[in-house]
C-alpha cells in the first residue's frame, strides 16, 4: 500500500485521516501531468463532488482493489430516481440505467472513488475528470456517517438464517416451526467470546409474496433472540430483506440490493459498525449467501441446495467449517 499515492482532485478541505498521506492536486491536468512524469498506482478522491459527512474503510478499499486494475467506489443509496449500476457476480459493471422507484428499491450508484493501477491510470484520466466505464469494474463500499474508528475494526461473524440459525422447511415464520442447527452454536460463541459482532442477514420473499408480514419476521426473530440468549449467545443485529421483483406484490415486488446475493444488508451494518472485512466471515447454505462484498470470507455448508464439495468453501458440517474458522482466528 506503500508505493499508492492518494490523491485529492479539487479539495476543498483536509481531512483527518492519519493512515494516509494526501498529495494534493487541485485539477485533473495537474493530476495527468503528475501521473505521465511518475506513473504509479494511485488512489483518487474527488472531493470536489462529494459530501465530506462520510468516511469509509480506505485500507479495505485500497485491499480490495488492488486486484483490479481499475476500479470505481460504489455506494449503496435508497431510491432517488438516479442512474443505478446493475454489478456481475465478478464485480463488473454490466450496465447504469435510469432507475424508477416503481421498480428498484434501491441499488448501487458510481461514486467519485477510484483505484487505478499505473497500467490504467492515464486510460480513464482525462481533462474533465476521471471515468471508469462500463465494462470496468466496481465495489460496494460502506459509506458511514458514525465517524467510526477503522483502526479498531473488528472481525464479524454474517449469518444465513433459515439452513443455518433452524432448519430450513421453506417459508419459515412462526416460532413453532423453529428446529435450531444446534451445531452453529459453538460457531457463535466463538465470536461472542471475543466479544466480536454476530449479524443474521436473511432473504424473507415470503414477505413479499404476502405469506407473512414483516411484523411476523420481527416478532419472530425477537423470540429466536431469546432462546439464543438462554444458551447465552447473542445475535447483534438481525436483518431481513422483504423484496423480490418476480414474485413479489404491491410495494414489494421491487428489485433490492439488500436481497442476497446483494450486498445491502451487510454494507447497512457496515455503515454502523468498525468491521474488518476480511477477517470476517459469511456462513450460509445457498450459493446465493455469497454476498457481493470483495474480501469477505464466505462458507457454504451442505444442506438442501446446490453444492460443490470442489469448492474450497464448501464444508459438510459446521464442524468443519468450526475447525476452518478456528485455525483462521487464533
Ligand atoms: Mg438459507
Request: contains cysteine.
Amino acid at each position: 500500500m506503500n508505493d499508492i499515492t492518494t490523491i485529492l482532485i479539487s479539495p476543498q478541505k483536509p481531512i483527518n485521516d492519519p493512515g494516509f498521506k494526501f498529495t494534493w492536486i487541485s485539477t485533473t491536468y495537474e493530476l495527468k501531468a503528475n501521473l505521465i512524469a511518475r506513473p504509479r498506482d494511485c488512489f483518487i478522491i474527488d472531493y470536489s463532488k462529494v459530501d465530506h459527512g462520510f468516511d469509509f474503510d480506505k485500507e479495505l478499499f485500497l485491499s480490495q482493489a488492488s486486484e483490479f486494475s481499475a476500479v470505481q467506489g460504489l455506494a449503496f443509496k435508497i431510491n432517488r430516481g438516479e442512474p443505478l449500476v446493475t454489478l456481475g457476480s465478478d464485480f463488473k459493471m454490466l450496465n447504469d440505467e435510469a432507475h424508477s422507484q416503481d421498480i428498484y428499491r434501491d441499488g448501487l450508484e458510481r461514486v467519485p472513488l477510484y483505484y487505478l493501477s499505473k497500467i490504467a491510470a492515464l486510460d480513464f484520466i482525462t481533462d474533465t475528470g476521471v471515468s471508469i466505464p462500463v465494462g470496468n469494474y466496481g465495489l460496494p463500499i460502506a459509506f458511514s456517517k458514525l465517524n467510526l474508528d477503522y483502526r479498531k475494526k473488528r472481525p464479524a461473524l454474517f449469518l444465513d438464517r433459515d439452513g443455518v440459525i433452524n432448519r430450513d422447511v421453506g417459508y419459515v415464520h412462526k416460532h413453532e416451526e423453529i428446529e435450531y442447527l444446534e451445531s452453529i452454536f459453538p460457531i457463535i460463541e466463538l465470536f461472542n467470546k471475543r466479544n466480536w459482532p454476530v449479524f443474521v442477514i436473511t432473504n424473507q420473499s415470503g414477505v413479499a409474496q404476502g405469506m407473512y408480514s414483516e411484523e411476523d419476521v420481527i416478532s419472530l426473530h425477537k423470540k429466536m433472540e431469546v432462546d439464543l440468549f438462554k444458551r447465552n449467545l447473542v445475535i447483534k443485529e438481525w436483518v431481513y430483506c422483504p423484496y423480490h421483483f418476480e414474485k413479489g406484490q404491491g410495494d414489494f415486488k421491487r428489485h433490492s440490493f439488500t436481497r442476497k446475493p446483494g450486498a445491502g444488508m451487510a454494507l447497512s451494518l457496515l455503515e454502523k459498525h468498525a468491521i474488518d472485512v476480511e477477517k470476517s466471515f459469511m456462513i450460509g447454505d445457498k450459493e446465493s449467501d455469497n454476498i457481493l462484498i470483495k474480501g469477505l470470507n464466505f462458507l457454504q455448508v451442505k444442506g438442501k441446495y446446490p453444492y460443490n464439495e470442489a469448492n474450497s468453501f464448501c464444508f459438510d458440517s459446521f464442524s468443519k467449517i468450526q475447525d476452518y474458522i478456528q485455525g483462521k482466528i487464533v
